[in-house]
C-alpha cells in the first residue's frame, strides 16, 4: 500500500505562492498512481483542485485554481507538487494528495495524505 506525506503548507499573504510536495512510498511503482490533490476549509466539504496523469502528461484543474495552481510529478523522486501562485484567502484549507489505482482527474481515490495547512492572510 503507498504511504504519502505532504509538505510545503504554511503561512503566506494574499497574492503570495507556496508549493507544495507529496512524497510517495511503498506499493507500487509511483508511475502506476494517477495523483490529485484535494482541500478541505473549515466547515466545508472536501474539494477537488488538481490532477496529474500517470506520466505527468495530463493534467486537470477546477475551475476555481485554474491559471493559479500548477501540478507536476517526478517519477524517478516519487514526488508530486502542486505549486500554487496568486493566493487568495478563499484558498484557505488543508490540502491532501491522494493516489488513485483506479483512473485520473475527478476520480475515486484510494490512498491519502495526512494533510498539509495552507492559510493565506488578507
Known amino acids: 500500500q503507498v504511504q504519502l506525506v505532504e509538505s510545503g503548507g504554511g503561512l503566506v499573504q494574499a497574492g503570495g505562492s507556496l508549493r507544495l510536495s507529496c512524497a510517495a512510498s511503498?506499493?507500487?511503482?509511483?508511475?502506476?498512481?494517477?495523483m490529485g490533490w484535494f482541500r478541505q476549509a473549515p466547515g466545508k466539504e472536501r474539494e477537488y483542485v488538481a490532477a496529474v496523469s500517470w506520466s505527468g502528461g495530463a493534467t486537470d484543474y477546477a475551475d476555481s485554481v485554474k491559471g493559479r495552481f500548477t501540478v507536476s510529478r517526478d517519477n524517478a523522486k516519487n514526488t508530486v507538487h502542486l505549486q500554487m501562485n496568486s493566493l487568495k484567502p478563499e484558498d484557505t484549507a488543508v490540502y491532501y494528495c491522494?493516489?488513485?489505482?483506479?483512473?485520473?482527474?475527478?476520480?475515486?481515490?484510494?490512498?491519502w495524505g495526512q494533510g498539509t495547512q495552507v492559510t493565506v492572510s488578507s
Open positions: 491522494a493516489a488513485s489505482d483506479r483512473g485520473w482527474g475527478k476520480v475515486d481515490y484510494d490512498y
Open positions: 511503498g506499493g507500487r511503482t509511483f508511475s502506476y498512481y494517477a
